[in-house]
């Protein structure tokens, strides 16, 4: 069935190809919580990085559309994706949308964050993972680190290591990221910092968060084998609100650096335009394609996956 997908495939029709990877489970036990009132858990995912009119709200509207019983979302303001919230709620009157407080840039935020979803006492079918920024200038977060490096990868790999005890045997993570990671430049393992900004270009420290997202999805892939299904899902040139952080001059200089080096424009700049709906669907399709489960982790596009398999390295 999944062979049917291709790079026009939007993330509705995703959730209506799986409806029961996507609507209410049954369970022996109901937690003891408010949110839920009887044996019957609805499907329960965690999404990262929601903002108005971006892939990440693409994504949880369409897992609303094919009957998803709960979306918890994290940001670090509810006022900023309320606009989302309100949108979901006029369409979906079932869906139960849960806002905890997370700030990407203070490690010490998604920590309180990951207190306050276990004090929820839901299990955790799937969690998805969105960059928050691309191509910012240099800038260090409150814990002193490069902004690309902990707000794309790291407040995620403490978030999913907090949570990981409360994930569904079965369960997925998808971490969005993007063609881009082959232009990272080698890891300085010592220095993620690029010499504290003396060396840095913007787009370099966005590719190295994005490379830093693979490593680690294989990392998730092969310590919980049999438990989590981890996948790094990259939706294509799809236009997002963390793109227009790139000024044009940010680019032409790094195309221009790249063109004395010999080197070839990277594959992003080559893909053809995709829409938020047709980018979802590659998320979508990490969190739910069955067919998907053996062969954990991969680097996913929306196209029939025979002609798009890489493997995430």
Request: glycine residues 8%; neutral net charge; aromatic residues 8%.
């Amino acid at each position: 069935m999944s062979s049917t997908f291709n790079d026009q495939t939007q993330g509705t029709d995703v959730t209506k190809t799986f409806p029961d990877r996507v609507k209410q489970k049954t369970c022996s036990t109901a937690p003891t919580t408010p949110y839920y009132q009887t044996n019957q858990l609805a499907t329960t995912v965690l999404i990262s990085g929601l903002k108005r009119g971006d892939l990440a709200a693409a994504t949880a509207d369409a897992l609303a559309h094919g009957g998803a019983g709960t979306i918890i979302y994290t940001g670090r303001s509810q006022s900023e994706v309320q606009p989302v919230v309100d949108h979901i709620n006029r369409k979906y009157k079932t869906v139960k949308m849960i806002f905890v407080t997370a700030d990407s840039g203070s490690l010490t935020s998604f920590r309180k964050a990951a207190d306050t979803i276990k004090e929820l006492g839901v299990s955790i079918d799937g969690f998805v993972g969105f960059p928050e920024v691309m191509a910012v200038p240099w800038e260090l977060t409150e814990d002193g680190l490069e902004s690309h490096f902990q707000r794309n990868y790291l407040c995620y790999f403490l978030l999913l290591n907090l949570l990981c005890d409360i994930m569904k045997p079965g369960s997925r993570v998808v971490l969005v990221t993007s063609s881009l990671r082959n232009e990272a430049p080698a890891p300085s393992w010592d220095d993620l910092g690029f010499e504290n900004g003396e060396n840095y270009h913007s787009l370099d420290g966005y590719s190295q968060s994005m490379l830093a997202i693979v490593l680690f999805i294989k990392s998730i892939a092969k310590r919980y084998s049999g438990s989590i299904v981890a996948f790094s899902a990259n939706p294509g040139n799809t236009k997002t609100n963390v793109q227009t952080y790139v000024a044009l001059d940010e680019i032409k200089s790094w195309l221009q650096r790249k063109k004395e080096a010999g080197e070839d424009i990277p594959v992003l700049l080559q893909q053809a335009p995709k829409s938020l709906g047709q980018g979802s669907a590659t998320v979508l399709r990490g969190l739910l394609d069955p067919e998907l489960e053996g062969i954990s982790p991969i680097w996913s596009l929306s196209r029939p996956l025979p002609d798009t398999q890489v493997t995430a390295s």
